[in-house]
């Protein structure tokens, strides 16, 4: 089942926009910190990216990059996660994940797992390949490839999931 969007394209203007990239953001701070309790769980399981799918997804691209720029921040600030070092790394991905996913559901107004696939798919492409112009370090900046694959997972069908659920709210 394919439901079609009811899209919320929030302006920076409006108090909701900060509101549910708020929201958002401390999703995208809580998260992680499940996912740190288990060995590896950050890189395998990429937490820091859920919320902020979820939020460009439902309200746009400025709520996703709000949450996107936001919650690495925080996270790393707070409790050290992501490492200064890869801290520039995290947000390209998050502000390219905001912008990939704001555009797919204004296009397509849908939350299909194909079209969650081809957004997760291309900001890992795109920002590995940033990561990689970054670093220097091709095999680095593969990791996610090579280790986040359930994270990618998690992110296609539990973001289709909950944003299904947001909307239907």
Not at 5 to 21: C, E, I, M, V
Not at 46 to 57: D, E, S
Not at 63 to 71: I, N
Not at 139 to 145: K, R, V
């Amino acid at each position: 089942m394919q439901t079609t969007l009811r899209l919320q394209s929030l302006p920076f203007s409006s108090t909701k926009t900060y509101l549910a990239a708020t929201l958002f953001a401390i999703g995208n701070i809580v998260l992680p910190q499940l996912f740190h309790l288990v060995p590896q769980g950050g890189v395998t399981w990429l937490p820091i990216y859920f919320f902020t799918l979820v939020g460009a997804y439902t309200y746009g691209w400025r709520v996703g990059l709000l949450t996107a720029l936001v919650s690495p921040i925080a996270n790393s600030l707070l409790f050290g996660m992501p490492a200064a070092a890869v801290l520039p790394a995290i947000l390209l991905k998050s502000v390219l994940l905001a912008v990939f996913a704001g555009y797919a559901a204004a296009r397509f107004e849908k939350a299909s797992l194909p079209l969650l696939l081809a957004v997760v798919a291309a900001y890992q492409i795109v920002g590995t390949l940033g990561e990689w112009a970054m670093k220097g370090d091709f095999f680095l900046a593969c990791q996610d490839f090579r280790i986040g694959i359930p994270g990618m997972l998690l992110q296609v069908v539990g973001g289709r999931v909950v944003i299904n659920h947001i909307i239907r709210k």
